[in-house]
């Protein structure tokens, strides 16, 4: 499995015991990385965390997840990593609004 790049052996043991292997090994690994750099390119400096509890927001096109980190920069200012890293749930956020853009994107098709 390619997350023990991304992750320490503790980590990496932890997100088997919150996720189901079969749906970590259905992750696609391009995308994953693709996610993976915008939020260190955004300066999250807590994205072990992010994979940890929120593994959901990298099956998302990181397309959709950047204009939900823009949407939400917007929202919250410049120093919205560190509002975000005091209160992961608006990981929540980005997600609901990352699907909504692939959703809306996907209907006018």
């Known amino acids: ?4 790049k ?3 052996s503790t980590y990496l043991d932890l997100v088997y015991s919150n996720y189901e292997e079969d749906y970590i090994n ?9 996610v993976y750099i915008l939020l ?7 994205i072990d965390d992010i ?6 927001l990298f099956e998302i096109e990181e397309k959709y997840v950047q204009l939900a980190i823009n949407k939400i920069k917007s929202i919250l200012g410049d120093n919205f990593v560190e509002q975000i890293g005091k209160n992961m749930t608006l990981i929540n956020k980005i997600i609901e609004l990352a699907i909504s853009y692939s959703e809306k994107d996907n209907t006018s098709l």
């Open 40 to 46: 260190k390119n955004n300066n999250f400096y807590f």
């Open 6 to 8: 991304y992750l320490n």
């Open 26 to 34: 259905l992750l696609d690994e391009d995308n994953f990385n693709k």
């Open 51 to 56: 994979i940890l509890n929120y593994l959901e």
């Open 1 to 4: 499995m390619f997350l023990d």
